[in-house]
């Protein structure tokens, strides 16, 4: 007995340690400015950013958005048939890429608002103004807060997600989901997938992200057997400088991290879409490789566009971008309220 005891002992108290080493020592580490993620924002014109307003989640925590109302440039005005169309072309909710805020869609909010959309701005609980930065309570926290968001500002129209980066894999991870109809539509812009997809490289997201792997896989160990003590260590940090005008996020805990992202099983995740979803990546980005995209979502209904001449951060920058989401957003709103007219 005592040959069989003292081994397993011993066993056991080898793993613990080396868990406990995992945990303590295994996080992610610095990593070096990306200047091309960052350094495009600090000239941009944020005269016209709304003020926040909040909503509250069910757990009680006010959560922030920005609104922006349907404005209707001249060009749009011409383009639009009926007074109803004038009057609104529905409502888009805009989630941001890691570390950032609502903040960063700024220039994609006004393009909607200028094209007669009702445009939401989220800051993500974890980011921004809502909730404890870089952190949240439980996984799949962020579904509830979106459903709460959904249900407390009463969207009108037809209603579609947009998500960019680490947002258009969240957005996809709500579009795979049994909460996918309450929105009509989605666009993901250059979304993250998973980085064992094959449209991730290989230098951690092209060297956006370090990741604490022995931490990371260390908790989700634990995590597995109901040991949730170190769920809201960081296992992530982003590739930015220490001091910025913008309040943003520099790493990430296990929780924020498995959730902001789409599921485990990406695949099962895209497969499982039933709702109209277009994606949109730039042929320049330095993050993702664009041309497996299209191969990614070849077995679905969603229609993979890439866009010539723009790089990562330039899909919610570039006017071209910016045009291209619009217009691809507008045609998946139009079909889908042709079908509901056709359905009457």
């Known amino acids: 007995m005592k040959s069989f005891v003292i081994p397993l002992i011993v066993s056991l108290g080898v793993s613990v340690l080396l868990l406990g080493l995992a945990i303590t020592f295994g996080g992610p580490k610095p990593v070096a400015a990306l200047d091309s993620i960052s350094e495009p924002f600090k000239n941009l014109d944020y005269s016209e950013l709304p003020e926040v307003s909040f909503f509250n989640a069910r757990d009680g925590q006010a959560l922030a958005y920005r609104f922006y109302p349907p404005t209707f440039s001249s060009?749009?005005?011409?383009?639009?048939?009926?007074?109803?169309?004038i009057e609104s072309r529905g409502s888009v909710v805009l989630v941001h890429g890691?570390?950032?805020?609502?903040?960063?869609?700024?220039?994609?909010?006004?393009?909607?608002?200028?094209?007669?959309?009702?445009a939401y701005s989220l800051d993500i609980r974890g980011h921004g103004e809502s909730g404890k930065s870089g952190d949240i309570t439980y996984l799949g926290q962020l579904e509830h807060d979106l459903e709460d968001f959904v249900s407390e500002v009463k969207l009108q129209g037809s209603k579609s997600l947009v998500g960019f980066s680490s947002g258009g894999g969240f957005a996809l991870r709500f579009a795979g989901s049994d909460r996918q109809v309450l929105f009509d539509n989605y666009?993901?812009?250059?979304?993250?997938?998973?980085?064992?997809?094959?449209?991730?490289?290989?230098?951690?997201?092209g060297?956006?992200?370090?990741?604490?792997?022995?931490?990371?896989?260390?908790?989700?160990?634990?995590?597995?057997?109901?040991?949730?003590?170190?769920?809201?260590?960081?296992?992530?940090?982003?590739?930015?400088?220490?001091?910025?005008?913008?309040?943003?996020?520099?790493?990430?805990?296990?929780?924020?991290?498995?959730?902001?992202?789409?599921?485990?099983?990406?695949?099962?995740?895209?497969?499982?879409?039933?709702?109209?979803?277009?994606?949109?990546?730039?042929?320049?980005?330095?993050?993702?490789?664009?041309?497996?995209?299209?191969?990614?979502?070849?077995?679905?209904?969603?229609?993979?566009?890439?866009?010539?001449?723009?790089?990562?951060?330039?899909?919610?920058?570039?006017?071209?971008?910016?045009d291209k989401a619009v217009t691809q957003l507008a045609a998946l709103v139009e079909t889908d309220s042709a079908k509901r007219l056709e359905s009457k």
């Open 98 to 118: 890691s570390s950032a805020s609502s903040q960063s869609m700024h220039q994609l909010a006004m393009a909607f608002a200028s094209a007669g959309f009702s």
């Open 187 to 205: 666009l993901l812009l250059s979304p993250f997938i998973s980085q064992d997809s094959p449209t991730s490289r290989n230098n951690g997201s």
């Open 207 to 322: 060297g956006w992200v370090s990741v604490g792997v022995p931490r990371l896989v260390a908790i989700s160990i634990l995590d597995a057997m109901g040991l949730k003590l170190f769920n809201h260590l960081p296992v992530i940090r982003f590739a930015l400088r220490e001091t910025s005008k913008v309040k943003l996020t520099h790493s990430y805990s296990y929780l924020l991290a498995t959730n902001f992202r789409p599921k485990a099983d990406y695949n099962a995740n895209i497969a499982a879409i039933k709702q109209p979803l277009s994606v949109l990546v730039g042929d320049r980005d330095e993050l993702f490789n664009p041309k497996a995209f299209t191969g990614l979502f070849e077995t679905t209904n969603a229609k993979v566009n890439i866009i010539q001449g723009v790089n990562h951060v330039g899909m919610i920058l570039s006017p071209n971008a910016l």
């Open 75 to 85: 060009a749009v005005k011409a383009q639009v048939k009926t007074e109803a169309q």
